[in-house]
Nanobody, 124 residues
């Protein structure tokens, strides 16, 4: 079974930065597209960044230029560097893995494995 474990969430002021980490197994790291999703209270879960096995990335417009998804092949770790944080970035952030196609990388339906989530709170 694929296990994903997030860490790195917390509370920051607007304009600040956080780096989220997701640890996983070698198999999931190499076989799946990895992604970060977030869900704010009362809102649907949305994909914000994905990275495939070759390192190609996609981003939601809302985070483009501020967030960076990356992965460390030596430790099978996925990262999300979040800069210039805004109050509207406040949400629970989830790491996910799945066989999302390059034509539809942001749809949650393709992601079958999820972490437990880590909370990010941005104050104004």
């Amino acid at each position: 079974e694929v296990q994903l474990v997030e860490s790195g969430g917390g509370s920051v002021q607007a304009g600040g930065s956080l780096r989220l980490t997701c640890t996983t197994s070698e198999y999931s790291y190499s076989a799946y597209r990895m992604a970060w999703f977030r869900q704010a209270p009362g809102k649907e879960r949305e994909a914000i960044a994905t990275i495939d096995s070759e390192g190609s990335t996609t981003y939601a417009d809302s985070v483009k230029g501020r967030f960076t998804i990356s992965k460390d092949t030596a430790t099978f770790t996925l990262y999300l560097q979040m800069n210039s944080l805004k109050p509207e970035d406040t949400a629970m952030y989830f790491c996910a893995a799945g066989h999302a196609p390059p034509t539809d990388p942001m749809a949650s339906v393709w992601y079958h494995f999820w972490g437990q989530g880590t909370q990010v709170t941005v104050s104004s």
